[in-house]
């Protein structure tokens, strides 16, 4: 295995959530899903970099635009998947604009799989080992 590893290659150039709390769905669907699906496929990220609102205006907690959570998002990308950022532009602005239908059908299109918690509890310090394992089974033989 290499010490090191670099996705930059991969990613979408940075991004600024102005002042919405926006930063799980930068994390979660601008940033990951993003490299992801390019490393898969082989796409400018630029060109396919998916929509942090799409996924925060679904996730947000309160009226106020002010956070939201990763379980949140990974549930909402699961369901309802992502859409580029060129069919949903982002604005800090306004979170309550929630993706209509053909959004949403569009997003289902790019679901995620599944999603594992590596930590145990609120204890994010300590990495759960059978969490891993379960991960990647072949591994640990």
């Known amino acids: 295995m290499p010490e090191a590893v670099s ?35 082989g796409k400018d990220p630029n060109s396919i970099a998916f929509s942090p609102s ?5 996730i947000r907690l309160g009226d106020d635009c002010q ?18 950022l060129s ?6 602005r306004d979170c309550s604009r929630t993706p209509d239908g053909g959004a949403i059908q569009a997003g ?5 799989h599944g999603f594992t918690r590596l930590t145990e509890g609120d204890n994010l310090n300590q990495i759960s080992v059978r969490a891993v394992k379960s991960i990647f089974p072949k591994m640990h033989r």
Do not use: H
């Open 54 to 58: 799409y996924l925060y205006n679904q």
């Open 7 to 41: 996705l930059l290659r991969f990613a979408p150039r940075r991004g600024d959530q102005g002042e919405q709390g926006s930063c799980v769905a930068w994390s979660s669907a601008y940033a990951a899903q993003t490299i992801l699906t390019a490393a898969a496929t």
């Open 87 to 92: 069919q949903y532009p982002y604005s800090d």
């Open 67 to 84: 956070g939201s959570y990763i379980q949140r998002a990974m549930q909402a990308m699961k369901a309802n998947g992502g859409v580029p």
């Open 108 to 112: 289902r299109q790019n679901l995620i």
